[in-house]
């Protein structure tokens, strides 16, 4: 392998893997990037280590703003405003004349809380997908790197495999 990485001077490189990856950007002139020292981290732990307070608390809320137990909810509540304030348990517990204004007010002022909510999570959900198209691109780096090697020390010929590759990509893309 080269140890160009390192020492940042080209050392002529003796695997026939490691050539072919050298020779993959057109050149072979002893540049190549290496496997990454550090292996893929589970995303979860990541994940977790990047949330903040505010960040569990909207993603708490709009959970439970999905769920069939908040509309439950709301149909509740909206049915006892509206019996009290048509005057089914008495005139006197009148406090929102119809078209009811109040709960109007309350149920947009609702809204837009909810639907700020709802954007904070699907930001946090567009760095999470960030995150896994990060790690799917490293993991696909390590197989292919493997897979010329393993191609390398049974004497596949590389750029055979390729053009397989290449067919198998345009006959799919012409579906």
């Known amino acids: 392998m080269s140890d160009t990485i390192t020492t940042g001077v080209p050392v002529p490189i003796e695997c026939p893997a490691c050539q072919i990856l050298d020779a993959a950007d057109g050149s072979a002139d002893g540049q190549m990037f290496g496997p990454p020292a550090v292996h893929a981290v589970p995303q979860n732990r990541v994940l977790s ?12 809320i709009t959970g439970f703003a999905g769920s069939m137990r908040f509309v439950y909810l709301h ?14 348990i008495g005139a006197a517990a009148k406090f929102d004349k119809f078209p009811f204004g109040l709960l109007t007010m309350i149920v947009s002022l609702e809204a837009i809380f909810l639907s700020t909510f709802v954007m904070v999570s699907q930001n946090r959900q567009a760095q999470r997908d960030g995150l ?3 790690q799917d691109f490293e993991t696909n780096i390590r197989a292919e790197i493997w897979a010329i090697h393993i191609g390398a020390a049974l004497g596949i010929d590389a750029d055979h495999v390729e053009q397989v590759v290449a067919q198998a990509i345009e006959s799919l893309e012409n579906r």
């Not at 505010?54 to 993603?59: G, H, L, V």
């Open 49 to 60: 280590a990047l949330l903040r307070v505010q960040d569990r608390f909207a993603d708490r």
């Open 75 to 88: 149909g509740v509540w909206f049915v006892i405003w509206i019996a009290v304030n048509v005057g089914l």
């Open 132 to 134: 896994r198209a990060q």
